[in-house]
């Protein structure tokens, strides 16, 4: 079955630097990889999403890349500020019976923004 | 408002009481899911459903049973809670994306509490 391994577990950044998290995959049939943020206390919310036909998406702030040769994909968060601070879990899923299958989430990142 | 809601939000118990966290979605959801969450263990799938009365084993099913009568609803059940029992306990719901090719956004209930002493 699918695994995805998520890098780092916890990344530091100073307010205005740029945060990267990795996600690799390894079932070769996933084709749909989203990014969910949880803040403190709260439930996983989707940020961000990228099917495999597509190599990258932007959405303000916060890009995500996909590399199918590698079976990687990453998210990209440029002039991070505090309010980014939370937990960011990767996740891969493929077509199953004719229909989307089980998200596999990655372990999770804590992003801490230092102000 | 399209949500998922989840009952109780805490829950303190006792080893062996048998207690139901409700899950129960507004969105006409045919695919309803459990994860637990645990410190360093990401989200792990307990049991999910397809649609009404067709439900199957996540990655941790053991010590859970769900059934799905109706289509909104998806109650998880401990029938004996043992202290590794002890986390966080989502629901989650979306669309199967049956025959459309499409890619759903799945949507977290707010979370459940449980402790198990």
């Known amino acids: 079955g699918e695994n995805v391994e998520q890098h780092p577990s916890t990344l530091s950044v100073q307010e205005g630097d740029s945060a990267v998290i990795k996600c690799t995959y390894s079932?070769?049939?996933?084709?749909?990889f989203p990014w969910y943020k949880q803040e403190l206390g709260k439930r996983p919310q989707l940020i961000i999403d990228?099917?495999?036909?597509?190599g990258e998406k932007k959405d303000q702030r916060i890009a995500v890349t996909l590399n199918k040769t590698a079976k990687h994909f990453s998210l990209h968060i440029t002039e991070t500020q505090p309010e980014d601070s939370a937990v960011y879990f990767c996740?891969?899923?493929?077509?199953?019976?004719?229909?989307?299958?089980?998200?596999?989430f990655g372990k999770g990142t804590k992003l801490s923004v230092k102000p | 408002e399209a949500q998922v809601t989840q009952n109780p939000r805490y829950l303190i118990t006792v080893t062996g009481k048998k207690l139901t966290v409700t899950c129960s979605q507004n969105?006409?959801?045919?695919?309803m899911s459990w994860y637990r969450q645990d410190p360093g263990l990401g989200l792990r799938q307990i049991y999910y459903?397809?649609?009404?009365?067709?439900?199957d084993k996540g990655d941790v099913p053991e010590g859970y049973k769900v059934s799905r009568k109706e289509k909104r609803n998806f109650p998880l059940i401990l029938e004996s809670p043992s202290p590794n029992q002890t986390s966080l306990y989502f629901c989650?719901?979306?669309?199967?994306?049956?025959?459309?090719?499409?890619?759903?956004?799945?949507?977290f209930g707010p979370g459940t509490r449980l402790l198990v002493l």
């Open positions: 989650a719901s979306r669309i199967t994306g049956l025959g459309t090719f499409l890619q759903e956004t799945q949507y």
């Open positions: 990228i099917r495999s036909n597509v």
């Open positions: 996740a891969a899923s493929r077509w199953e019976g004719g229909s989307q299958g089980n998200l596999i």
């Open positions: 969105m006409n959801h045919e695919y």
């Open positions: 459903s397809m649609n009404v009365e067709v439900t």
């Open positions: 079932d070769s049939a996933s084709n749909y």
